[in-house]
């Protein structure tokens, strides 16, 4: 099937209602916040929400996403994407959608720009490698881990470790999947659920953010926009990088029809990409605007509890839509993400990951001083997750220097 892209954002349920004139009835509410684990005075210039965000930017884990791979490593190229850009770009898209549902737009960005805060070095591969080193203590989860970043592992704050972000920062993060318990829970893989539950009990919040429930319209958008963002992002650096062209991509679901549009522009082939890129990525959002304001008139939504209850997600595809978005994901799959030329890579990124956990648990005082001084107290399971966190904090880069100093050979990652 042939998707078109709309030509005017035209639509088909009324406007929403507004709570103040900027944000409808059903938005997160900055004035009523549920508040924070640990109280704080109210900020004089700033809303709960946009503390929040300025918070997570100003997080050593949210600099560190400058040198942490997407798909492509960062000395591949100058121009592949990273976490840190990657972040950026759905927080981008992520308040287009909240502008024209009248959400908050500022929690929705705050939970666009943590929701990789977690991922250790090489992407979806160290995610891997930490998950198979760490079986015998519980194991690893890229989502519990931003959790434990924002709750525990950031020391900045004299009054508390980690951000103390609000209870929704904190809900629409743990939240990004959706629901963690009861009937509308996702089926679990590998066991993240069991970790990032065992994470959220630890911080002591299990009964505040409502695990059955779905997140909230801000979350929500958050998600999706994660969605847009890397699907289009992923195919224009698999572009850069000759994995792709756009001749195979014109008989692929979804984005086939955009290259044609985009062809007949006679723009040349420097500009193709981008055009092809900025049409998929605004039918997108137009799509999820589209759908989400049919679904909240039909939830008739008048409170952040009616999105939270509605027993579906609200904010995301249309049906058709989302039918060939998977089309679309699966064809990058073959083609991208299973490639032998990024197997190879993410195969060798494993091994030195591992190589440095093996290490480190082997020898904890050959981490950094602090880290080397809390090992001293952790029986095996503690070490464990301490040396988890250590080498999940690590940069693409700060990880290979780090191999090279301790093994007599570090794979050439390309």
């Given at each position: 099937?042939?998707t078109?892209?709309?030509?005017?954002?035209?639509?088909s349920?009324?406007?929403?209602?507004?709570?103040d004139g900027?944000?409808?009835?059903?938005?997160?509410?900055?004035?009523?916040?549920?508040?924070?684990a640990?109280?704080?005075?109210?900020c004089?210039?700033?809303?709960p929400?946009q503390?929040?965000?300025?918070?997570?930017?100003?997080?050593?884990?949210f600099?560190?996403?400058?040198?942490?791979?997407q798909?492509?490593?960062?000395?591949?190229?100058?121009?592949?994407?990273?976490?840190?850009?990657?972040s950026?770009e759905?927080?981008?898209?992520?308040?287009?959608?909240?502008?024209?549902?009248?959400?908050?737009?500022d929690?929705?960005?705050?939970l666009?720009?943590?929701?990789d805060?977690?991922?250790p070095?090489?992407g979806?591969?160290?995610?891997?490698?930490l998950?198979?080193a760490?079986?015998?203590?519980?194991g690893?989860?890229?989502?519990?881990?931003?959790?434990k970043?924002?709750?525990r592992?950031?020391?900045?704050?004299?009054?508390?470790d980690?951000?103390?972000?609000?209870?929704e920062?904190?809900e629409?993060l743990v939240?990004?999947?959706?629901?963690?318990?009861?009937?509308n829970?996702?089926?679990?893989?590998?066991?993240?659920?069991?970790i990032l539950?065992?994470?959220?009990?630890?911080?002591?919040?299990?009964?505040?953010?409502?695990?059955?429930?779905f997140a909230?319209?801000?979350?929500q958008?958050?998600?999706?926009?994660?969605?847009i963002?890397?699907?289009?992002?992923?195919?224009?650096?698999?572009?850069?990088?000759?994995?792709?062209?756009?001749?195979?991509l014109?008989?692929a679901p979804?984005?086939?029809?955009f290259?044609?549009?985009?062809?007949?522009?006679?723009a040349?082939?420097g500009?193709?990409?981008?055009e092809?890129?900025?049409r998929?990525?605004?039918?997108m959002i137009?799509?999820?605007?589209l759908?989400?304001?049919?679904?909240?008139?039909?939830?008739?939504?008048?409170?952040?509890e009616?999105?939270?209850?509605?027993g579906?997600t609200?904010?995301?595809f249309?049906?058709?839509?989302?039918?060939?978005?998977i089309?679309?994901?699966?064809?990058?799959?073959?083609?991208?993400?299973?490639?032998e030329?990024?197997m190879s890579?993410m195969r060798?990124?494993?091994?030195?990951?591992?190589?440095?956990?093996g290490?480190?648990?082997?020898?904890?005082?050959?981490?950094?001083?602090?880290?080397a001084?809390?090992?001293?107290?952790?029986?095996?399971a503690?070490?464990?997750?301490?040396?988890g966190?250590?080498?999940?904090?690590?940069?693409?880069?700060?990880a290979?220097?780090?191999?090279?100093?301790?093994?007599?050979?570090?794979?050439?990652?390309?």
């Amino acid at each position: 099937m042939q998707t078109a892209a709309p030509s005017d954002t035209t639509f088909s349920a009324p406007p929403p209602a507004l709570r103040d004139g900027r944000h409808a009835v059903y938005a997160s509410d900055a004035a009523n916040s549920r508040g924070r684990a640990i109280s704080e005075p109210a900020c004089p210039m700033r809303t709960p929400f946009q503390r929040d965000r300025d918070r997570i930017v100003h997080a050593t884990a949210f600099r560190r996403l400058t040198h942490k791979t997407q798909v492509f490593l960062f000395h591949e190229g100058d121009h592949y994407r990273t976490r840190l850009t990657h972040s950026i770009e759905v927080a981008q898209i992520a308040r287009a959608i909240a502008r024209m549902l009248k959400l908050d737009e500022d929690l929705t960005e705050a939970l666009a720009l943590a929701h990789d805060l977690g991922h250790p070095p090489f992407g979806h591969a160290g995610e891997r490698a930490l998950d198979s080193a760490m079986a015998g203590h519980g194991g690893f989860d890229h989502n519990a881990q931003s959790l434990k970043v924002v709750t525990r592992l950031e020391r900045k704050y004299a009054a508390f470790d980690g951000l103390n972000l609000s209870v929704e920062t904190l809900e629409g993060l743990v939240k990004h999947n959706g629901p963690l318990l009861g009937p509308n829970a996702r089926e679990a893989r590998h066991g993240e659920h069991r970790i990032l539950l065992a994470e959220i009990e630890r911080a002591g919040l299990t009964q505040a953010l409502r695990l059955d429930a779905f997140a909230s319209g801000e979350a929500q958008a958050a998600a999706v926009a994660d969605d847009i963002a890397y699907v289009n992002h992923d195919i224009d650096d698999a572009l850069r990088a000759s994995l792709l062209t756009l001749d195979g991509l014109a008989s692929a679901p979804l984005v086939g029809p955009f290259i044609a549009r985009a062809r007949a522009t006679g723009a040349d082939a420097g500009r193709l990409v981008y055009e092809v890129n900025r049409r998929l990525i605004t039918a997108m959002i137009e799509d999820v605007g589209l759908a989400a304001r049919g679904r909240l008139n039909e939830i008739k939504a008048g409170t952040t509890e009616d999105i939270a209850f509605a027993g579906r997600t609200v904010v995301t595809f249309s049906p058709t839509f989302q039918d060939e978005l998977i089309g679309l994901k699966s064809y990058l799959l073959n083609h991208v993400y299973r490639h032998e030329r990024v197997m190879s890579v993410m195969r060798k990124a494993e091994r030195l990951v591992q190589d440095l956990f093996g290490h480190y648990y082997a020898h904890p005082d050959g981490m950094q001083t602090r880290w080397a001084a809390a090992s001293l107290t952790c029986n095996p399971a503690q070490r464990a997750a301490l040396i988890g966190d250590y080498v999940a904090g690590m940069t693409d880069r700060f990880a290979i220097e780090a191999h090279q100093q301790l093994f007599d050979h570090t794979p050439e990652l390309r």
